[in-house]
């Protein structure tokens, strides 16, 4: 599939490979969006490469998926970076994946100050804990809310978190 | 590990120091805010020495929701995301499916996308130019804005039923064409739309009190715009000039003459500028579209089994109904390949795309949102610090936060 890369990001991906030895684990492309998959380990350091020399200056979209009950999965957590090339107007995606117990990543935050936010939600959403964040907090729930809703194991309708929620009486109030 | 709001809330440690800031809650029912946004503002009398924006409010599961929906049924729900410009959802969620499904567009169905698409950015930019004109004082504007908006809503109606929610877009095709009556409706429409926009732009472009209250407030620069995921009206005010309509052609809109509206100052003037000046060239998009609209059908072809067939091929004909059901059966539907893809539009707001991991069935795996809105919040303590409580209001009214996107 790797003949749909353009000539640029073939060069890149063997730099890439010749750098982090075995890290670059593959190249895929479907209907256009290029994709690079790396290991956990090295992300950080590979996405910095692909900022300061491949160009990427910009972090367009940070999220995560959880692949349980996902055709053939061999990870339980995939994390997508989508680059963007501001000058040449190219776009790469970088994935990476995480696994339980405890999923970790290196943060991005500090290549990329838009990570902060996206981070934090993919924290929030699957238990995602991203290493050296400046801020790591739940962001759309509550900061007492139990679990991560959209891990696959969670169910659609919630856990009964709505009924729990503590109910001030006008005496108390 | 995990820290909590009372954590970043805290005083500082030096807190004898700096007794003399005070925090103020602003919102999440501030009528500046307009939707339920809260910010922490944290500040040395007037001026804003920190804020910490607290969102969340308006969560509602909706990316939860697209992983039980199917693509045409979720369609309704990404409508409620940014229910400013809801058809640009839909096309913006429409456009990710057909990438996964590979389904190509007839060129009619293009060109009334690409009018809805500009429609929409004329109904967002309105409400946006608009609602910041009313908190800075300048009601008028912010009437004749709405007055317009309401003439979209009754475009809206017609051509789907609904005025606020349409839900008008469907995989490889459109609810239903639009009618010789619409398209009268619409030359209407853009043939007064020049003075409406004058109008506005008369009463706020020399406005005494909006320019100072707007200029070089909340200064992006586009080393800043770049590293903090800016896209949309919001990066090129401040000279980061991509438009995804010019530089990734989507629909057809590399058949219409058009610019891209840009300026270097990057404060909340220029935000309001460039809104102002897309407006125009939206204008100019629909008028060619209308024009040049092409005939034929309006939904990609049945042979391919992803569109659904007309009522009249389901009443009339075997095939028809076959086909009806197979899409409606809830272990049939479509059939995407495994995989996933990542499909950006260019929203009022800014890129707004979907990235969906199918797992070969017609209901996404994984539907994710890339909301404008969040990453544009997340500017906000950047553009506040050092400025007075009152600017928080110019400032949150140019980012254009709409918090249902936000907060999904």
Redesign the interface.
């Known amino acids: 599939m790797s003949e749909e890369f353009p000539p640029v990001l073939q060069a890149l991906a063997e730099a890439v490979s010749a750098e982090f030895p075995g890290r670059l684990l593959s190249r895929t492309s479907?209907?256009?969006?290029l994709r690079f998959h790396v290991c956990p380990d090295k992300a950080h350091e590979i996405l910095k490469y692909l900022k300061t020399r491949g160009g990427f200056?910009?972090?367009?979209?940070l999220?995560a998926?959880?692949y349980l009950?996902?055709?053939d999965a061999e990870d339980r957590y995939?994390v997508?970076y989508?680059l963007l090339d501001?000058e040449n107007?190219r776009r790469l995606?970088v994935k990476t994946k995480a696994n339980d117990p405890d999923p970790t990543l290196d943060s991005v935050v500090d290549l990329?100050?838009?990570?902060?936010?996206?981070e934090r939600?993919v924290?929030d959403?699957y238990g995602i804990?991203f290493r050296n964040h400046p801020?790591?907090?739940?962001?759309?729930?509550?900061?007492e809310f139990v679990g991560h809703?959209?891990r696959r194991d969670y169910p659609?309708r919630g856990k009964g978190e709505r009924h729990n929620f503590p109910v001030l009486t006008r005496a108390e109030g | 590990m995990a820290l909590k709001l009372a954590d970043v809330i805290a005083p500082p440690a030096d807190v004898r120091e700096k007794d003399y800031l005070w925090t103020l809650n602003f919102g999440p029912q501030h009528p500046a805010t307009h939707t339920t946004l809260r910010i922490v503002l944290n500040l040395d009398g007037e001026v804003i020495v920190n804020s910490i924006p607290d969102i969340g409010f308006l969560h509602s599961g909706f990316e939860k929701l697209g992983e039980h929906l199917d693509f045409n049924q979720y369609v309704t729900i990404v409508d409620r995301m940014n229910y400013i410009s809801p058809v640009a959802n839909e096309i913006a969620w429409h456009h990710s499916v057909e990438t996964l499904l590979g389904i190509d567009l007839t060129p009619r169905c293009q060109y009334i996308r690409v009018i809805f698409s500009e429609l929409m950015r004329l109904h967002d930019h309105l409400l946006c130019v608009g609602a910041a004109a009313l908190d800075l004082g300048a009601f008028t504007a912010f009437l004749y804005a709405f007055n317009q908006r309401e003439k979209i809503n009754e475009l809206n109606e017609w051509a789907s039923g609904q005025r606020f929610h349409p839900s008008y877009t469907r995989v490889g095709g459109l609810q239903r064409d639009i009618d010789d009556v619409w398209i009268g409706k619409l030359r209407a429409f853009i043939k007064q739309f020049p003075s409406a926009l004058a109008d506005v732009t008369g009463l706020l472009n020399r406005n005494r009190i909006f320019l100072d209250r707007t200029r070089d407030i909340g200064i992006l620069t586009r080393e800043e715009a770049i590293n903090r995921s800016v896209t949309g009206p919001v990066a090129r005010a401040s000279g980061l000039v991509r438009d995804l309509r010019k530089d990734e052609p989507y629909l057809a809109y590399k058949d219409f003459d058009f610019k891209v509206v840009a300026a270097k100052e990057g404060d909340c003037l220029a935000r309001y500028l460039v809104r102002m000046e897309e407006m125009r060239e939206s204008i100019k998009i629909i008028s060619q579209a209308i024009e040049n609209l092409p005939s034929g059908p309006v939904n990609a072809s049945v042979d391919e089994r992803m569109v659904l067939p007309n009522q009249l091929s389901v009443y009339r004909s075997i095939e028809g109904l076959i086909h009806h059901f197979e899409l409606f059966m809830t272990n049939r539907k479509w059939k995407p390949p495994v995989e996933e893809v990542y499909a950006a539009t260019e929203s009022p707001n800014g890129e707004l795309g979907f990235y969906i991991v199918s797992d070969g069935t017609g209901t996404a795996y994984r539907a994710r949102t890339r909301p404008p809105s969040l990453v544009h919040f997340a500017l906000f303590n950047h553009l506040a610090q050092g400025h007075t409580i009152s600017e928080v209001a110019p400032i949150l009214g140019s980012l254009n936060i709409i918090a249902a996107e936000l907060d999904r």
Request: net charge negative; hydrophobic share 45%; glycine share 12%.
């Open positions: 479907f209907r256009g969006n200056g910009m972090l367009v979209e999220s998926a959880d009950q996902y055709p995939g997508w989508c501001v107007g995606i990329w100050e838009g990570a902060n936010w996206m939600e924290y959403m804990v801020d790591l907090r739940r962001i759309l729930l509550p900061d809703p959209l659609m």
